[in-house]
């Protein structure tokens, strides 16, 4: 394709060769080459970045892949969008294929919703620039992929296309794993059991789910309702009674399912903290479970994951590469990637064309 009658740029806002893995293999698929800039750390740790050709009236795509270091990545994406629109282009659209902060998407206790933050802060990355011009601002569109919360694209003021990595971790699963038609999913907890069966429905599976004290619940500490401190003696106002809510107390770990004699797939979207999969597959060993596999989207493996997967009763982590891992890759050879640039690409091609994206979530549900 010629780059120059593409009507549209492809730029990486990240220059470390880990990082720019995934966009240079989203770049070969679309057949445009990569964007000239430099994205760079000063010695006070300040980021400049630096655009070396002409986007004057063109599209243009940021692909951004969110290393360890996320607050650095969240700048390079904000300063590129705004040195993009102070250099007249005319659409930019984010391609975040991990996005950051998406935990954080509750109000919990006197806490906040930085997710929602982060979200005005895209919107709004180039306002400087063109604040007295009727004309579009920052970021008018993303493409993310397995966002932690669907909600999530409620806190956007403009299109959130949010791509599954499903298709692909499925299909990894009839292809990879021998003897697959023996396997159970496993939802680590109640909240994953929606996930984990549409995995099970989609491969004719059974299903297996984690319920008990080992867990720890998000919306346990979600709603913000726990004010004010319960060491301090408050009292209601005279007359007023209101019903004593009791305590919460999980029950002894339980397995929902039968798992003996079978092969475990744990699915989740996030894995990064490993102990609650660790401790998850030494319960599935104890009941039987004689092979043990982690799928998640997001492979953020952050501290120690790489020592504790090599040591754990975990077989196989399949993750896919929408986050750079390759270091962790080299530390614990029982991680794998899947590679979804394809989705990645097609999704681009279809937004530039103006082309429908159904094609893309054919047989989706909210589910998955």
């Known amino acids: 394709m ?18 720019t893995e995934l966009s240079k293999k989203i770049t070969e698929r679309l057949g445009v080459e990569l964007g000239k800039s430099v994205v760079y750390q000063e010695s006070n740790r300040e980021t400049r970045v630096e655009i070396k050709e002409s986007v004057r009236g063109q599209t243009i795509f940021i692909i ?32 975040i294929p ?54 999530i694209q409620g806190f956007f003021t403009f299109p959130v296309d949010n791509l599954r990595a499903s298709p692909f971790l499925v299909q990894y699963i009839q292809e990879e794993i021998p003897d697959y038609r023996n396997a159970i999913i496993v939802a680590k907890s109640p909240s994953a059991a929606k996930r984990a069966q549409s995995f099970a429905e989609r491969l004719r599976l059974g299903l297996a789910v984690m319920h008990g004290e080992a867990q720890c619940s998000e919306s346990d500490m979600a709603d913000g309702r726990h004010s004010p401190p319960c060491v301090r003696n ?3 106002h005279p007359g007023l009674e209101l019903p004593l809510m009791m305590a919460k ?26 102990e609650d999969f660790v401790a998850t597959a030494e319960i599935l060993k104890e009941r039987g479970a004689y092979k043990i596999y982690v799928m998640a989207t997001h492979g953020l493996l952050s501290a120690d994951a790489p020592r504790l997967i090599e040591e754990s009763a975990i ?18 050879p029982k991680i794998k990637t899947v590679d979804v640039s394809m989705i990645l690409a097609e999704a681009i091609r279809r937004i530039h064309n103006g082309e429908s994206m159904a094609y893309l979530f054919r047989n989706i549900t909210v589910d998955d």
């Open 2 to 19: 010629n780059v120059a009658k593409s009507g549209y740029r492809v730029f990486s806002a990240n220059s470390t060769p880990a990082c």
């Open 64 to 95: 951004q892949t969110i290393p360890r270091d996320v607050n650095t990545a969240i700048m390079e994406l904000l300063i590129m969008a705004y040195a993009l629109k102070t250099s007249c282009a005319k659409n930019i659209i984010g391609v």
């Open 98 to 151: 991990y996005f950051p902060y998406s935990k954080q998407c509750k109000m919990r206790k006197r806490g906040s919703i930085v997710c929602k933050l982060l979200a005005s802060m895209l919107a709004k990355a180039g306002k400087a620039a063109f604040n007295n011009l009727h004309c579009k601002l920052g970021l008018t569109h993303i493409i993310t992929m397995d966002l932690h919360q669907k909600e």
């Open 234 to 236: 408050t009292f209601g």
């Open 249 to 274: 107390e999980k029950p002894p770990i339980t397995v929902v399912g039968d798992v003996g004699g079978r092969i475990a797939i744990i699915v989740d979207d996030i894995i990064d903290d490993v």
């Open 315 to 332: 077989d196989e982590v399949v993750v896919t590469n929408t986050v750079p891992h390759e270091v962790q890759k080299l530390q614990c």
